[in-house]
């Protein structure tokens, strides 16, 4: 809550600022192979470059868990090991923060939305992208088809258009089941109850709804009626529905335009063409929220060129489900493999750009669209930024820009479980994670100042005018930066299995794909070792390695599953650093390693010294002010980064874990205290606060 009582959103991670420009670590003239191998040798060990390797060590905190992608852990040999390529993303993230490269580790998604259902300006964007309005229906702009797989593409079949232009009707459901006596019931949203058989519902839902049309008419509050409204849609939802799609032979009363048969086809690849007249499709995608109609699609226009799906769009779709969901429905996947899908077709809806190419896809009307702008052009557009330019984090990991590429000089052992240490595992236990994403832009992007003037009347917030005014991806804005999971002071071994199933039947389910995972994490206190292997790095650039391996004195990290509830905290330790004696690499079968009379942290000191008076300089250079303007040590970024790496928090304490679905914050669109905003708290009452810690802690 905020000075002045807004209550921010909690979440169990925040975001480190970008900076606020990159610094380049190599300028070419041109950037291409022949020119980098000039400076960046792979075949040359040159007496300013060193090579060799960093030996470290993983202290397990609280359980750890790293999936193997079948909810056990990840074994190499049938030993339990920390993949590299784990560890290699974990240094090169904090490599990243570390010398302001440009933020690379950001993936880069076009996402679309259905902001239909928004109160905030995506339901203008919507509305005006399918051209609806009050007057208008969804299938006047929204058309549907048959998707189909055929030579290597996806494509739609168009499906036949009435007079009115639409490919598709709705029907509620009452009217297919009396057109259908042996619809089946797991296919159907809603079912009688003990008290209330399903007429009766359908009669007194419709009663409701007359009335709450009496009060808009009177403009007169619609609260308590939809209350009741949601309530009865709720008591009498099947919870066992079906996703379906079957065909259907069908005909259209000419003068009411009222359905007038449906007929269940059982083997529709058996039919001739001309049989075919008049079959469509009856589908059902979901029965969420208040919906109360099926969806009839029309047959397949034979006269039309079938429209193809463009790789573009299909990996947004795939991106997009995934975002939804990770147990994704079967039908709503699509498949690469031709034998799966060759000779099935899947109703479809889709949309068209101006160029009549399909812009969007899925399996209900009101589909999904995308934004105006992808993750990626939401990153600051930094001044110096030069496709011929190379920053540490290119230079030292390397590159894939195009038709040019870049080796790394570093590789990644798996690190494995040490000698000294038996393994031994927790109780497994349920965890559900599934969180607010990427999607929800009211926390992933800049958002207006909540403390500006005109969002409060007399101190009270204006939740619903603040709303209309968030930024979302089709905006101007920016991304708020590097996410990262806060650090917890211990896990949460909660199994949510059992509540989860009770809650979700009772309250919230609504045939919802919460994902349940199995956690079966290796015991506090067990040690990993690894290595870190480089070759012809500079002073600072080894530096930079060190310090990413462990920025500070108390530094701990996150790694592997289960990171909201408090899972995977490490710290790294630094065993060795281990340099190979250029003079003499080649007298011999043996590397021969150099000796140094200093101690490991001295040496370790020594690097990371290199590395930050070489980035303080570049920094000075970029800003073009005074040589004392910046210090990396004290630099709001820096101590944003250190915060995450050192500051834990309660695992009971809420600010920091998922808000409830009832939350009415979530209604709200509530964003996330910055960074800069607990940096701040906690410089003025860091004393006070550490000390209520304590107590609590003991």
Not at 162 to 182: G, P, Y
């Amino acid at each position: 809550m905020n000075k002045r009582g807004y209550e921010y959103a909690s979440a169990p991670y925040n975001f480190i600022p970008l900076p606020k420009e990159v610094v380049y670590r190599h300028r070419f003239s041109n950037i291409n192979t022949e020119e980098i191998d000039k400076e960046l040798r792979h075949d040359i060990f040159d007496s300013e470059s060193k090579s060799g390797y960093i030996q470290y060590s993983i202290k397990v905190e609280t359980p750890l868990f790293i999936d193997n992608g079948k909810e056990n852990f990840f074994k190499v040999g049938n030993k339990e090991v920390i993949p590299g390529s784990t560890l290699r993303g974990k240094v090169r993230s904090n490599a990243e923060i570390l010398s302001y490269a440009y933020p690379k580790f950001i993936e880069s998604k076009k996402l679309w939305h259905r902001g239909c259902f928004e109160s905030t300006k995506l339901k203008h964007v919507y509305y005006k992208t399918i051209k609806l309005s009050k007057k208008s229906r969804i299938n006047d702009y929204v058309k549907a088809g048959y998707l189909k797989r055929e030579k290597g593409k996806w494509v739609i079949y168009p499906a036949l258009e009435d007079k009115d232009k639409r490919s598709f009707r709705t029907i509620h459901e009452k009217d297919v089941k009396n057109l259908i006596d042996e619809f089946p019931e797991n296919l159907l949203m809603y079912k009688s109850i003990e008290d209330k058989p399903i007429n009766e519902f359908w009669k007194e839902l419709d009663k409701k709804k007359n009335e709450r049309k009496d009060l808009l008419k009177k403009k007169v509050n619609t609260r308590n009626i939809d209350d009741d409204i949601k309530k009865l849609l709720r008591d009498q939802k099947n919870y066992e529905f079906k996703f379906y799609y079957m065909y259907v032979n069908y005909s259209i009363n000419g003068e009411n335009k009222k359905i007038a048969k449906l007929e269940i086809i059982e083997n529709y690849n058996k039919l001739d063409k001309k049989n075919k007249e008049c079959i469509g499709m009856l589908m059902n995608s979901t029965n969420l929220g208040n919906k109360v109609h099926h969806y009839l699609i029309y047959e397949k226009d034979i006269k039309k060129v079938p429209k193809s799906i463009s790789d573009e769009v299909l990996n947004q779709y795939k991106t997009n489900v995934r975002l939804k969901q990770e147990n994704i429905v079967e039908d709503f996947e699509l498949h690469d493999n031709e034998s799966n899908n060759f000779y099935k077709e899947k109703p479809i809806f889709y949309i068209l750009n101006d160029k009549r190419e399909i812009a969007s896809f899925g399996f209900t009307p009101y589909l999904k669209i995308p934004y105006g702008n992808s993750i990626g052009e939401l990153i600051p557009k930094y001044k110096e930024k030069n496709i011929n330019y190379l920053d540490y984090i290119d230079s030292i990991f390397g590159f894939i820009n195009g038709n040019e590429s870049y080796k790394g000089r570093v590789s990644f052992t798996n690190a494995k479980i040490d000698k000294s240490c038996q393994v031994k595992f927790q109780k497994s236990c349920y965890k559900i994670l599934s969180s607010p994403k990427v999607s929800s832009f009211q926390l992933y992007l800049k958002q207006p100042n909540v403390n500006e003037r005109k969002f409060w009347n007399d101190q009270k917030f204006n939740y619903k005018g603040y709303k209309k005014t968030l930024n979302t991806y089709s905006d101007d804005s920016e991304i708020r930066g590097n996410k990262f999971y806060w650090l917890r002071d211990k896990s949460n071994n909660k199994d949510q299995y059992r509540e989860s199933i009770s809650k979700d039947r009772v309250e919230n389910n609504e045939n919802s794909k919460e994902i349940r995972k199995e956690i079966k994490p290796i015991e506090i206190g067990t040690k990993f070792t690894g290595k870190i292997y480089f070759e012809n790095l500079k002073d600072d650039e080894i530096g930079l390695l060190l310090m990413a391996i462990k920025p500070f004195e108390d530094a701990k990290d996150n790694l592997g599953k289960g990171k909201p509830y408090g899972f995977g905290k490490v710290s790294f330790k630094i065993e060795e650093i281990k340099e190979i004696d250029n003079s003499h690499r080649f007298d011999s079968v043996d590397i021969s390693y150099k000796k140094y009379s200093e101690s490991l942290d001295l040496r370790v000191e020594k690097y990371i010294k290199y590395f930050k008076e070489t980035i303080n300089n570049c920094i000075r250079d970029l800003y073009k002010g005074d040589k004392n303007s910046f210090d990396f040590d004290t630099e709001e970024r820096i101590k944003c980064f250190k915060a995450s790496k050192t500051n834990e928090k309660r695992i009971n304490d809420n600010e920091f874990n998922y808000m409830e679905l009832q939350d009415k914050r979530l209604k709200n669109r509530n964003i996330l205290k910055s960074m800069d905003e607990y940096i701040s708290s906690e410089e003025i009452h860091g004393e006070k606060y550490a000390a209520i810690d304590k107590i609590i802690t003991e």
